[in-house]
């Protein structure tokens, strides 16, 4: 049995030295990158038949010189880094890993709306910081504290993720709405009620973003949608940044068209240090971590060898490419 040759490009965002690569190493020669720059991509993989990458870009002219290429693995859900109509035409097998962290990104999504709600930082260096010792009343709170519950969570995208936050936002007595053309005209969700985007962003007292990055989506919130949302609402992204356009939304946080944001995931990552929101009213960054914890690492670490074993017995799973014939 010939052993093939599998390369991960880009191995550290997955494994930072907490997971082990032995699965892959029962499978074939394994040479794992903690990053590959585009001008290595490649010399990196110019000998492999299994590719892995997690953000390292595979396009078409790329797939193209690799004709010992026979499968590309992406170590997450979102494949857009590979160009997988030319993987199909070549013969190259790409596959994702689907929902492997819905409860880690529905578990940040409210670690952001909670953070917005009672500002818990903020409050916690205060006191560290000597003001409760200082105070004359047992109590104090230097920034407006909100509940959740009977406020309407609107949900941008209703697929796994979505509807993990729905179940949240549920059992903290909110009332949820929810978009999305796909998933809700198949299934029917008790306590949600389906509404357009005008009625989502302009009854939502937190809109939630869930939707994968397309041509629709890319740019969507914008400032004319933004406009209709409530002045007190405010705005979560763990999806993808390119949804959002930077310089509308932090202009809506500074003019207090919204009350604030709470973002993991940005436009351009890492972001330039120039990049308008990171001086934005009241918004709360994270470095797109949402899919990060050790669980939800196990679980596509775990995910992406059962793929490529999948793939050496000839039945793939998790297919994301069509094969042209």
């Given at each position: 049995m010939t052993i093939m040759k599998i390369v991960v490009l880009d191995g550290y965002a997955l494994n930072p030295g907490?997971?082990?690569w032995d699965g892959f190493k029962n499978l074939g020669e394994l040479t794992v990158y903690d990053r590959t720059p585009t001008s290595q991509i490649f010399e990196r993989s110019a000998e492999a038949e299994i590719i892995l990458t997690n953000k390292t870009l595979l396009d078409s002219d790329m797939l193209k010189s690799l004709p010992k290429l026979k499968y590309a693995g992406v170590l997450a859900t979102g494949y857009n880094v590979i160009?997988?109509?030319a993987a199909g035409r070549l013969g190259i097998t790409v596959t994702n890993?689907?929902?492997?962290?819905?409860?880690?990104?529905?578990?940040?999504?409210?670690?952001?709306i909670l953070e917005l709600c009672h500002h818990v930082q903020k409050h916690s260096d205060s006191v560290f910081d000597g003001k409760w010792s200082d105070s004359v009343d047992f109590t104090y709170h230097d920034y407006p504290l909100i509940e959740l519950a009977s406020k309407t969570l609107g949900i941008i995208g209703f697929g796994n993720i979505g509807k993990k936050?729905?179940?949240?936002?549920?059992?903290?007595?909110?009332r949820v709405i929810a978009s999305d053309k796909t998933h809700l005209g198949k299934h029917k969700h008790t306590g949600i009620a389906r509404a357009g985007m005008y009625e989502l962003l302009?009854?939502?007292?937190?809109?939630?973003?869930?939707?994968?990055?397309?041509?629709?989506?890319?740019?969507?919130?914008?400032?004319?949608?933004?406009r209709l949302m409530k002045k007190t609402a405010f705005l979560i992204n763990t999806s993808r940044g390119q949804i959002i356009v930077d310089k509308d939304l932090t202009k809506a946080l500074n003019e207090g068209i919204?009350?604030?944001?709470?973002l993991d995931v940005l436009s351009v990552e890492p972001p330039p240090h120039d990049n308008p929101l990171l001086k934005a009213r009241n918004c709360i960054i994270t470095p797109h971590i949402a899919w990060a914890t050790l669980e939800s690492r196990k679980r596509l670490m775990d995910m992406a060898?059962?793929?490529?074993?999948?793939?050496?017995?000839?039945?793939?799973?998790n297919v994301v490419s069509q094969i042209v014939h």
């Open positions: 907490d997971l082990s160009d997988t109509e890993i689907p929902s492997y962290s819905t409860d880690s990104v529905a578990q940040l999504t409210f670690a952001l936050v729905s179940e949240i936002a549920l059992a903290f007595g909110m302009s009854d939502s007292d937190i809109v939630s973003i869930h939707c994968p990055l397309t041509s629709e989506t890319a740019g969507m919130i914008n400032m004319n949608n933004i919204i009350a604030g944001a709470g060898v059962r793929n490529v074993r999948a793939f050496l017995s000839g039945k793939p799973v």
